[in-house]
């Protein structure tokens, strides 16, 4: 129904950047939030960034000034550009998206995570 493929985490020094990629295929009509979550080991999931179908973005405290997150309509796709990482960045980072699909109507799906690892 929807598959969502992620790409771009890795292992990076402190202040270093990275560039995560998320991109959604299937019997999509349309998308609406898209979305970025990272957990570390022992701790739950929590939210990183979103932006939605009007490109309104929202970000946690920790982040702000430091990650952006875009999308590109015609790909289905969400980015999340990291940038001046710290070690407390490291997690796994998950996509979120939620859209319109045939025969089913409103799902939300999560990505299969990519690793972000931040050395000090």
């Known amino acids: 129904q929807v598959r969502l493929v992620e790409s771009g985490g890795g292992l990076v020094q402190a202040g270093g950047s990275l560039r995560l990629s998320c991109a959604a295929s299937?019997?999509?009509?349309?998308?609406?939030?898209m979305g970025w979550y990272h957990q570390a080991p022992g701790k739950q999931r929590e939210l990183v960034a979103t932006i939605t179908s009007h490109g309104s973005t929202n970000y946690a405290d920790s982040v702000k000034g430091r990650f952006t997150i875009s999308r590109d309509y015609a790909k289905n796709t969400v980015y999340l550009q990291m940038n001046s990482l710290k070690p407390e960045d490291t997690a796994a980072y998950y996509c979120n998206v939620g859209s319109t699909v045939a025969e089913v109507g409103y799902l939300e799906v999560w990505g299969q995570g990519t690793l972000v690892t931040v050395s000090s």
């Open positions: 299937g019997s999509i009509i349309s998308i609406n939030a």
